[in-house]
């Protein structure tokens, strides 16, 4: 009899009923595998990992129940009526009848994703949730290039760089953007809205290369998603800050498109103040306001014409003067109001070699004013009011003495530890720090750099702090043989501490002393000098001798405690233990190079 023998019959129990197999599922939808896997992307339908797998191990179930929400979809209804009209289409080229088949493609029919962003998230929170992926998808083909071979259309890239820049607008101007890190794979970013911290993967401004071990159609198809998805978190963006959306935006594809755009830019601003008159009136009844009888436009209308005729239509800079400062009369938290004043009446140049793209989103988030070389740049480089020039290159053809001269690190540094850095070791022809990771915590991992270091006392000097001494950690604090039981120290690091713990607690037992005798009137003398030094050296010398005696009992407490645990519970500590082990040996390792290095460095000083 089969292992899995069920009678004629009897209805179907446990694993066999609640989940099927994939081929199962594409026969049950009476659809084709590439259009299933379509499904499920739209739909938001992923594979179990049953417990018991009753057709075997290499197979991919789903559960019953989303295959039956897929049966019920309307948009399978419809992905088959544009099959079927494809169809048609085909059979009219087959004829060779032209008209026929272009008559057939202008009335195609289509479909949209808007009621699948409403089913999968219902509340807007939700998709702030699941935007980390949506953000890098879109950034990532923003930065493709058109491949007609595989499908990917430069409609499409052009429309992912509008949202990648509507976002990046929002973000920027609301100061919602808090960490950013260069890396190989491209630069990270970390921005946090309405209470949910959102991460993104941003690819450098290089041309890429597309690799043949890519499904693109899988791709695409959650691009196709994430589009919409995009669209409707910045249209709500958008409203909430009191901004029409879409914005309206002209390529710069010929050169006469740069008055079409500030046309087009300027009325959108006539439009918008003329609502707002016309709100204001209609809201007081008695309220006028002032208008020049020739229907000549006012300075401020003017003037958000005429910057957006400086701003190029594709970067991200254009957008952030349509975004309005609406949100100025809400009360905005303690981080958000750091962000906005780090750079304040800072302004930054940018040469042609720098990450300009990178610069013009992190620079305005933090509050500064920038500006490039090139076309449509808000000032010039000769503007005696700059305040820093970010350059990558050794040698500058002209040096202005109003300003200083850094390296693209700095920007990024000065975000990460919200402070303005000292700009001596990002000088033009200098090796900068190491560009420390903001998304790593260095007190979890047990190693915390030198440079990190640093900054945090940059950081307690900007905020007038007081730092405890280099030699007086936290563990002087702390019983060292407690911290040994747990596993945080070594036996080693163990012994310093509570050396150290000892020596400190005997120069204060001195220090009271030489305090209760000054109360008292007494001269203090050598004597009583020489006795307390030899009582805190006898006390020394009894915590080193006790102190063998403290890890012995240390480790039988270790060992009773493994004795009386169950096995599950044994080889999960057991476990942790390797896990502290390789995170200390990692730690060790670190040391060494670091000695390495600044012995390396010593040899070629001297």
């Known amino acids: ?17 609640r989940y099927v197999t994939r081929s199962q599922a594409v026969k049950q939808l009476q659809v084709s595998l590439p259009l299933f896997r379509r499904l499920c992307i739209l739909k938001g339908v992923f594979p179990r990992e049953p417990k018991k797998k009753v057709k075997g191990n290499h197979h991919t179930y789903y559960h019953t129940k989303d295959i039956a929400f897929l049966h019920h979809e309307p948009l399978l209804e419809k992905f088959r009526d544009i099959r079927a009209y494809d169809k048609k289409v085909k059979k009219a080229k087959a004829k060779k009848n032209r008209d026929l088949a272009e008559r057939l493609l202008t009335r195609r029919p289509g479909y949209t994703l808007d009621r699948l962003i409403c089913e999968r998230y219902p509340k807007f929170t939700d998709a702030l949730r699941d ?28 429309n992912c760089r509008r949202l990648s820049h509507e976002w990046q607008a929002y973000i920027s101007r609301t100061h919602k953007l808090r ?12 921005a946090e809205v309405e209470g949910q911290k959102i991460t993104w993967l941003a690819p450098h401004s290089l041309q890429q290369v597309l690799t043949d071990d890519v499904d693109f159609n899988v791709m695409l198809t959650f691009l196709e998603f994430y589009e919409t ?13 009191n901004v029409k959306y879409p914005p309206i935006l002209d390529s710069r594809l010929e050169a006469l498109a740069i008055e079409l755009y500030a046309l087009s830019r300027y009325f959108t601003a006539n439009s918008s103040a003329t609502a707002l008159e016309s709100q204001a009136i209609s809201s007081s009844g008695s309220a006028q306001i002032d ?5 000549t436009p006012d300075e401020s209308e003017l003037r958000l014409a005429q910057l957006q005729h400086q701003l190029p239509s594709n970067e991200p800079g254009t957008l952030m003067h349509l975004v309005e400062d609406a949100n100025g009369e809400d009360e905005d938290d303690e981080e958000t109001k750091e962000c906005k004043t780090l750079f304040k009446n800072k302004k930054f140049f940018l040469s042609r070699e720098v990450p300009r793209e990178s610069l013009l989103f992190v620079i305005p988030a933090f509050g500064g004013a920038v500006s490039w070389e090139g076309e449509g740049a808000p000032f010039k480089e000769a503007d005696q009011s700059i305040t820093y020039q970010i350059v990558d290159r050794p040698t500058q053809g002209h040096i202005f003495l109003s ?14 530890s919200r402070i303005i850095l000292p ?32 900054i945090k006392r940059l950081q307690a000097a900007a905020r007038k702090e007081v730092l405890p001494i280099p030699g007086a950690g936290k563990e002087d ?14 036996r080693t690091e163990a012994n310093e501490a509570a050396e150290r713990k000892k020596k400190m607690l005997a120069l204060e037992k001195q220090y009271h002393n030489e305090l209760q005798l000054e109360l008292q009137g007494v001269q203090y003398s050598s004597s009583v000098s020489n006795v307390n030094k030899r009582s805190s050296v006898e006390d020394t010398e009894a915590g080193e001798v006790s102190l063998p005696d403290m890890q012995q009992i240390a480790e039988d407490s270790t060992t009773m405690s493994k004795v009386v645990m169950s096995r599950k519970k044994r080889r999960l500590y057991e476990a942790m233990q390797i896990g502290k082990e390789r995170k200390r040996a990692h730690v060790d390792l670190l040391k060494e190079r670091k000695q390495k290095l600044e012995a390396a460095q010593g040899s070629e000083k001297s």
């Open 403 to 416: 300003r200083e001269y850094i390296q693209p690190q700095w920007v990024y540094d000065c975000v990460n």
């Open 229 to 241: 998805l995009l669209a409707f978190v910045n249209f709500r963006h958008y409203h909430s800050i």
């Open 477 to 490: 604090l702390d019983d060292p043989q407690n911290l040994l039981v747990e596993g945080i120290i070594g």
């Open 131 to 158: 935007l980390d992926d949506c953000l890098t998808m879109v950034h990532l083909f923003a930065a493709l290039p058109a491949l007609e071979s595989e499908k990917v259309q430069v409609k499409r890239i052009h």
């Open 291 to 295: 208008i020049t009888k020739d229907g």
């Open 179 to 190: 960490k950013t890190f260069i890396s190989v794979k491209g630069i990270y970013y970390q």
């Open 423 to 454: 700009t001596d070791a990002y000088m033009v022809g200098r090796v900068p720090p190491p560009h420390l990771s903001p998304f790593v915590d260095n007190e979890t991992e047990g190693y915390v750099p030198e440079y990190a270091e640093t």
């Open 1 to 17: 009899m089969p292992k899995h023998y069920r009678p004629p019959g009897k209805k179907k129990e446990g694993n066999a009923a």
